[in-house]
């Protein structure tokens, strides 16, 4: 795989060599993925990684494992080196050109003693028309901070080189929750290119196209493996916006990338709430209408339907009834902090 290693020159001032930049386009265009090294200077990995696992624990307290934290989104935890990283939107700015958008900050947790092992192979997103005899260029661009050192014990990413090109879904629908189906994708896959774990020290960028199959592993460690999470789009596909607190605004201001911000007055509450009561006041009875007893719905369809968010504890005993009737196509790691997104505040 392409892992750029950025000279001095290049990280004062936050633009990779032209050479790079080719070497980069190249990269996405075969493989689906590179690693930029340094990009993040380990002080600032450092105090996000403190931070998170703070919350973290917090929230673990309360909910269980909980893959999907939001970092905190307000001062003094927003950093130009992670929101606004010159050297990514270098190579993402190539690719997409002007009306690059920011769309997410996020991050992936495998935590220290958490049993629920690997995920499932999947791609962040399929492919945008499976009609296609040939894959479009990327047009959705995932870009992951590991904040502390990535390697084959702690659950460091496998990556599928080449998969962001292919026809066939394998997200959250489609093949994905088809054992028939993904075994033999995944087979015939691995006899071509075969996956491996991105193994990379902290403070490093990894810019994936977001069709790329990868899973996090499972973490055999002590120590929590965290990584955060940017999506970098164009704006004529209608991006998705992150809650920041007021004041923060200014922070986003840059000549070549737009983050999508929706400010929410101080302080803002960016974990879940412990039993936040329901926007929708909505009940399992809501939800069995939405899916009829004789039907089978992915997550994804099932949330869209959804008239508004569940509580924590209605999110509970919702997935529990679900898989309990076969209502959800699959079970198991990803689907907790999935809808753990749409939990009222
Ligand atoms: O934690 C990881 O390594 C990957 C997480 C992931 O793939 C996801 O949340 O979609
Ligand atoms: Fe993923």
Redesign the pocket.
Do not use: F, K, L, P
């Given at each position: 795989m392409l892992i750029i290693e950025p000279t001095d020159e290049e990280l004062s001032s936050g633009i990779l060599k032209t050479e790079n930049i080719d070497d980069a386009i190249h990269a996405m265009d075969e493989d689906g993925y590179l690693a930029i090294k340094n990009a993040v200077p380990a002080d600032i990995c450092d105090r996000l990684y403190q931070k998170m696992v703070e919350d973290g624990e917090q929230v673990k307290k309360e909910f269980g494992g909980y893959?999907?934290l939001v970092p905190p989104p307000m001062h003094p935890w927003l950093f130009k080196e992670v929101l606004l990283n010159d050297l990514v939107i270098s190579v993402t700015h190539a690719i997409l050109g002007d009306g690059l958008v920011n769309e997410a900050y996020g991050s992936?947790?495998?935590w220290a003693g958490n049993k629920v092992g690997a995920?499932h192979v999947?791609g962040?997103h399929g492919p945008l028309w499976e009609t296609m005899s040939e894959a479009t260029p990327a047009f959705k661009i995932v870009v992951n901070y590991p904040i502390c050192d990535y390697t084959e014990a702690n659950?460091?990413?496998q990556i599928w080189p080449g998969t962001h090109k292919t026809l066939r879904t394998l997200c959250n629908s489609g093949a994905y929750g088809d054992p028939a189906l993904y075994e033999p994708m995944l087979a015939e896959w691995r006899e071509k290119r075969p996956p491996h774990q991105l193994v990379l020290p902290k403070g490093s960028a990894i810019i994936r196209d977001m069709r790329t199959w990868?899973?996090?592993?499972q973490n055999h460690t002590n120590q929590h493996r965290g990584?955060l999470v940017n999506i970098h789009t164009h704006r004529k596909f209608k991006p998705t916006a992150f809650r920041v607190e007021r004041g923060s605004e200014d922070f986003f201001e840059h000549p070549v990338l737009t983050t999508n911000i929706e400010v929410v007055e101080a302080p803002i509450q960016y974990l879940p709430a412990k039993n936040g009561q329901a926007a929708s006041g909505l009940t399992l009875e809501d939800v069995s209408k939405i899916i009829p007893a004789d039907s089978e719905k992915s997550f994804d369809e099932i949330r869209r339907e959804l008239p508004g968010p569940p509580s924590v504890a209605e999110l509970r005993d919702f997935l529990k009834e679900l898989s309990k009737q076969g209502r959800l196509r699959r079970s198991g790691s990803?689907i907790g902090?999935r809808w753990r997104r749409y939990v009222s505040q």
């Open positions: 893959q999907g992936n947790w495998q995920h999947h962040d659950g460091a990413t990868h899973a996090g592993m990584m990803g902090s």
